[in-house]
DNA sequence: CAGGATCCCCACCGATACTG
DNA sequence: CAGTATCGGTGGGGATCCTG
């Protein structure tokens, strides 16, 4: 499970609702272009047109989208600078930053594991 | 970016097919169920019905067809008993336990950023 | 018990057009 | 340039029934 189970509590209702709030964070954050984006900012400061020339194949909807979640979870930190033509600017927060290490470890997982995975494939689909 | 970019190599034509393959990995893993299939099995053997049981608000389509999914990329074993009735046993392989380990880096970072992403959605909410 | 097959609905997502 | 709104198609995914 994504929650430990801590034993007998005194009061289980927290429990259940941090494990719901838990499944919850997940689903958001186990998506594709949520972790495409974050991985995408890395250290960086980016417009939004940065960010969608450097995600290739995500849709100036599915952007928005995510970036409003991300923004939401306090993950992401949006400013606005009150210019004409506007300019906005995303960049990862403390959370952000370290959720980020673990995606990157997901992507050297990727990495490291290409040839297996492949091979697999091959093997399962003959 | 998923994939690093390597500088001039010779020949671009493997990277870019390294870079599709890798998104199309990130793309089968990156996803709830998986992820809580992996996490679920840990360490353990586990039936098709133990896992059902394990993973709360699973159906029984989406289990089979991430089981099916992780199969063919070789990260869990499907061992069928030929007896009757039918036992089927999954256990995760050597790349499968490896990518758990990414898992519980989410689940943790998960745990430990609760408090601030319930803060940050209370306050961009209202 | 494991799991295919089918029906059906809803949510995701892309495309497009419009505002500040 | 950044962002919202709307519409329509496709596929995700649940419920159910059926087989070995």
């Known amino acids: ?3 430990k189970q801590l034993g007998g509590s005194a009061d289980d209702g927290d429990v259940r609702r941090a494990d719901s709030l838990a499944r ?7 998506n594709k272009w949520a972790l495409l984006i974050i991985e995408a ?11 969608r020339d450097e995600i290739e194949g995500i849709s100036h909807k599915m ?6 979640m991300l923004e939401r979870n306090g993950l992401v930190e949006r400013t606005v600078h009150p210019v004409v ?3 906005v600017e995303y960049t990862l927060t403390g959370p952000g930053r370290a959720l ?3 995606i ?19 093997r399962f689909d003959g």
Chains 1, 2 share one sequence.
């Open 1 to 3: 499970m994504v929650t």
């Open 24 to 30: 919850e964070i997940f689903s958001d954050v186990a």
């Open 41 to 51: 900012l890395g250290e960086r400061t980016l417009r939004f047109g940065g960010l």
């Open 63 to 68: 952007l928005t989208q995510n970036l409003r």
């Open 85 to 87: 033509p506007p300019r």
């Open 100 to 102: 980020r290490v673990t």
């Open 104 to 122: 990157d470890g997901l992507c050297d997982w990727t990495h490291r594991h290409l040839g297996h995975i492949e091979a697999s494939r091959h």
